[in-house]
């Protein structure tokens, strides 16, 4: 053993007391949460290096005799403290993919980029035990450090004791004093490496982690964490014997959660400049929609719909209001559309291209699903443990959620509230926790019946929602909702054709697994640009995915004036149209409250905001100003006439303008027959007239029968309608 092990005592005591004094007296005065002294690795190297080398080759040894002695410098001082030392900020060479850990990492010290995918309910560990001699009263103390099993005395000490042993003809028993052994909280995590860092095609290792102290409940199940741990062993148990495989745990030794997000992706200067320059260029937005998917042809509904994608990408700006809410700055959008129309292609792209992409399907999510589970004995204990869904696992980043009509009913519900305040709150088996869950969420719905129903003209998109079986106010939650038609236009349908045997013919690519279909034609030499089948500029995958990280992590653009200007004057005016638009089609002046059309409500305005805010993004706007606002204001003017919303409240309620027109329509040819009529109409003139309107009698019936429940009308004769008032 090397020097600076077996004196690691006196070298502890040494720094402790020359370095580490105020933090010394700040344990002793009881006012730090817990009884911690962090210590850096780098303080550690400056004052002794031969120590500091020392740790990271016996770690286990050399920190517990930290804890130790820290201890004792509290107790000789008064205060009974069982006092630990965090290491911290270590070296860059102990950091290892997890992947990688194996014999040469055991007992070492290392430091892991992981992500948190499951936390265990807290359970306490005795970490001193203190035995009692059933002969002869004595008691001694034992340190336990293997989770594993409880470390019993062989032996009474013969100095202090009876020297009596547990085998042997005078032999004794040892009772474990709990009332005055220590007992220190413990929690299991279950870690899994960067899913960026993940080769694709492989799954991602896991490994369970052991924290204790002030560790626990420090990190939720989605948190993206650098891990500095021992790995230790422990024997494979098959059949109750132990076996000469091991398993690899790890012991943590002290944790940082992220400050910065997207580290995980590196801009060189170089690339940094290259970003700039694209930023600068003429009808970015254009070029951005061409990279989305560029191996999907698009019409001109698609080639929107890939702009308000880019949107998403850059995403707007998280708020926090003066009440300590959160406002989101993600955006969530929509895509309904038949089988066979590149949805799933699009997401998968989307997925991709993201910065903390995930892409999952609705029905096939297992475990935790979307959003959070507890489960059962995960970690071998019979306990409750929590585990994040898709939804925490994106967190910042975002969510390509397939099928997502086929979700679970569970999942139905909380998503409701995941998207807006964009926190998933667990109570269940013991655990509550609120897990983070700030991601833009790309959905994808096929119909029910195979294909979206032929809707007229005039119906709005909320026919097509309906035909999803999502629950409606799902809709709301929503910033932007497509219907992706499989419409035949002799026109499209060439160029579709043409461009998939472009595609599938050209000769590039056979050597690339994963993206096949997303790459086409790369120029020479250039890693920004790259031209698509159909002849279009647009740019690589890999740089536009540093472009969106580079946005998301350096520019969170506010509104200026102007641009507040443009959306308020479009919400007003949308506002009085739909209010001239009634007087002139004479809606009736006592019309319930719930009939009345609400045009656009302040949803609206957020979206626009959002909108706003992503396309000053992509530009590496600090503030989005008027021009901003006016792309956006377009794409949802676009979005708003190509969905016939004409009334946001059925976002909410599914109850579709129309279907209140027939309400209204209803009522209207009601009362004209009762003034026509001396104040009765009958059933069968009702029934003529809606007829005209194109409106069918168990319409009528259905309006008439909640009409007369909410006492509106009465049946003086059979057959016959009179209004209450
Ligand atoms: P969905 O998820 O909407 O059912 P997919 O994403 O599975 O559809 O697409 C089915 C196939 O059709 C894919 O191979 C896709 O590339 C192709 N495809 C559909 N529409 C287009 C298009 N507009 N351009 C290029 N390929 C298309
Ligand atoms: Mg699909």
Redesign the pocket.
Same mark, same amino acid.
Do not use: R
């Given at each position: 053993m090397a020097m600076a092990t077996h004196d690691s005592g006196a070298r502890w005591k040494t720094f402790l007391s020359e370095a580490k004094e105020q933090e010394i007296t700040l344990l002793l005065s009881r006012q730090t949460a817990s009884p911690v002294i962090d210590v850096s690795f780098h303080e550690l190297t400056g004052f002794d290096p031969e120590f500091a080398e020392e740790i990271l080759i016996s770690p286990r040894l050399i920190i517990s005799s930290g804890h130790k002695i820290l201890s004792e410098i509290c107790r000789d001082r008064g205060v009974d403290l069982d006092a630990m030392i965090r290491l911290s900020d270590l070296p860059k060479d102990t950091m290892r993919p997890l992947r990688e850990i194996g014999s040469r990492d055991i007992d070492k010290l290392r430091s892991l980029d992981v992500i948190v995918t499951k936390m265990s309910q807290l359970k306490p560990r005795i970490h001193l035990a203190v035995f009692q001699c059933e002969n002869c009263g004595e008691t001694q103390q034992i340190d336990q450090t293997n989770e594993s099993e409880l470390v019993e005395p062989i032996r009474c000490p013969p100095d202090t004791g009876c020297g009596a042993s547990i085998r042997g003809n005078d032999s004794t028993r040892f009772n474990l004093v709990m009332n005055i052994s220590r007992m220190i909280n413990n929690q299991w995590l279950e870690i899994q490496e960067l899913p960026e860092n993940v080769p694709s095609g492989a799954q991602p290792s896991r490994a369970q982690v052991l924290l204790e102290g002030d560790l626990v409940n420090k990190h939720l199940p989605g948190q993206r964490i650098t891990a500095n741990v021992i790995p230790v062993v422990r024997s494979e148990i098959k059949k109750n014997k132990k076996t000469p495989m091991f398993d690899i745990i790890y012991h943590m030794v002290s944790s940082t959660h992220e400050s910065v997000p997207f580290t995980e992706i590196k801009i060189s200067d170089e690339e940094r400049a290259q970003i700039e320059d694209v930023a600068a260029t003429d009808n970015l937005l254009q070029l951005m929609g061409n990279s989305i998917a560029p191996?999907?042809?698009a019409n001109d509904k698609?080639r929107l719909i890939k702009r308000s994608l880019v949107l998403q990408l850059f995403g707007g700006v998280r708020r926090k209001t003066s009440d300590n809410n959160y406002l989101r700055g993600d955006i969530h959008i929509l895509l309904m @559309?038949d089988? @066979?129309? !590149?949805?799933?292609?699009l997401l998968n792209y989307m997925s991709n291209i993201s910065p903390r992409g995930k892409f999952a399907t609705g029905g096939g999510t297992t475990g935790a699903g979307l959003t959070a589970a507890a489960i059962r004995d995960t970690f071998g204990d019979g306990r409750f443990a929590l585990e994040a869904g898709v939804l925490p696992l994106s967190d910042r980043g975002l969510a390509a959620i397939d099928e997502f009509d086929k979700i679970s009913n569970e999942d139905k519900g909380s998503m409701h509230p995941a998207m807006e305040q964009q926190r998933i709150y667990v109570a269940k088996g013991g655990i509550t926790a609120t897990l983070p869950a700030r991601c833009a969420i790309l959905a !994808?719905a096929n119909p029910k019946g195979g294909r979206f129903s032929n809707r007229n003209e005039n119906s709005s998109i909320m026919t097509s929602f309906e035909e999803t079986g999502l629950p409606y106010p799902l809709a709301s939650r929503f910033d932007l909702l497509w219907l992706i038609r499989d419409e035949t236009e002799t026109n499209t349908d060439t160029k579709?054709a043409r461009?998939?045997l472009n595609i599938r013919t050209s000769s590039v690519n056979e050597n690339r697994s994963q993206d096949i279909?997303f790459e086409t034609e790369r120029e020479e030499g250039d890693n920004i640009f790259s031209t698509g089948v159909d002849g279009k500029k647009h740019l690589t995958m890999e740089f536009l995915r540093k472009y969106v990280a580079f946005a998301k992590r350096n520019y969170f653009p506010n509104l200026n004036e102007k641009a507040k200007l443009a959306i308020e004057e479009y919400y007003v005016s949308v506002r009085n149209d739909t209010a001239k638009q009634d007087r002139s089609a004479g809606a009736f002046e006592n019309e319930s409250e719930k009939d009345r059309v609400i045009p656009i409500t302040a949803r609206a305005i957020e979206a626009l905001i959002r909108l706003t805010e992503a396309h000053a993004r992509m530009h590496l706007k600090q503030v989005a100003d008027e021009t901003d606002a006016n792309v956006a204001l377009a794409v949802y003017k676009h979005w708003r006439d190509d969905s016939r919303i004409e009334d946001e409240a059925e976002l909410q309620s599914g109850l579709s303008a129309s279907k209140r027109n027939i309400n209204q329509s209803i009522r209207k040819i009601i009362r004209e027959i009762c003034e026509e009529r001396g104040g009765e109409a009958e059933i069968t003139l009702i029934y003529n007239r809606a007829r005209d309107f194109g409106i069918v009698e168990s319409q009528v019936d259905d309006v008439i029968s909640s009409m007369s429940i909410n006492g509106e009308i009465y049946t003086p004769r059979g057959g016959t309608y009179r209004f209450a008032r």
């Open positions: 191996s999907i042809f698609l @559309g089988p @066979g129309v !590149a949805k799933s292609q !994808a579709i461009h998939i279909d």
